[in-house]
C-alpha cells in the first residue's frame, strides 16, 4: 500500500512562513506529478500548486508569487514554501499524488490533510 503524510502545519501571524512537508511511502515503484490542494471551512477544495517528476511546477492565481513548490525524488517527497501567509490562506491542505507500485500498476492517492492557520 502507499500512503501519503503531510506535516508542517500550524498557526501562524499574517506576513508569516509555514513549509508543509508530504512524503510518500509504501510499495512504491514511481512517483509522478505531485500535488497541493487546500480547503477552507465551506468551500471547495483548490489546486495550490503542482510538480511534475522533471520539476516543472505551476502555481494557483492566488498563491502565485508567495509559495514555492519543490521535491526530492530520492526520498519521494514535497515541500510547500508558504511565504508572506495571509488570514484567507487559512484551510486544510492536502498532498495528492500519481503513484505506481509498478511498471503498468498506477493510482491516485491522498494523504490526510494538514491544518493551516493565519491569523493574529
Known amino acids: 500500500q502507499v500512503q501519503l503524510v503531510e506535516s508542517g502545519g500550524g498557526l501562524v501571524q499574517p506576513g508569516g512562513s509555514l513549509t508543509l512537508t508530504c512524503a510518500a511511502s509504501g510499495s512504491i515503484s514511481s512517483v509522478r506529478s505531485m500535488y497541493w490542494y487546500r480547503q477552507a471551512p465551506g468551500k471547495q477544495r483548490e489546486l495550490v500548486a503542482s510538480?511534475?517528476?522533471?520539476?516543472?511546477?505551476k502555481y494557483g492565481v492566488s498563491v502565485n508569487g508567495r509559495f514555492t513548490i519543490s521535491r526530492n525524488n530520492a526520498k519521494n517527497t514535497i515541500y510547500l514554501q508558504m511565504n508572506s501567509l495571509k488570514p484567507e490562506d487559512t484551510a486544510v491542505y492536502y498532498c495528492?499524488?500519481?503513484?505506481?507500485?509498478?511498471?503498468?500498476?498506477?493510482?491516485?492517492?491522498w494523504g490526510q490533510g494538514t491544518q493551516v492557520t493565519v491569523s493574529s
Open positions: 495528492n499524488a500519481n503513484v505506481y507500485t509498478s511498471y503498468y500498476d498506477g493510482d491516485n492517492y
Open positions: 510538480i511534475t517528476a522533471g520539476g516543472q511546477t
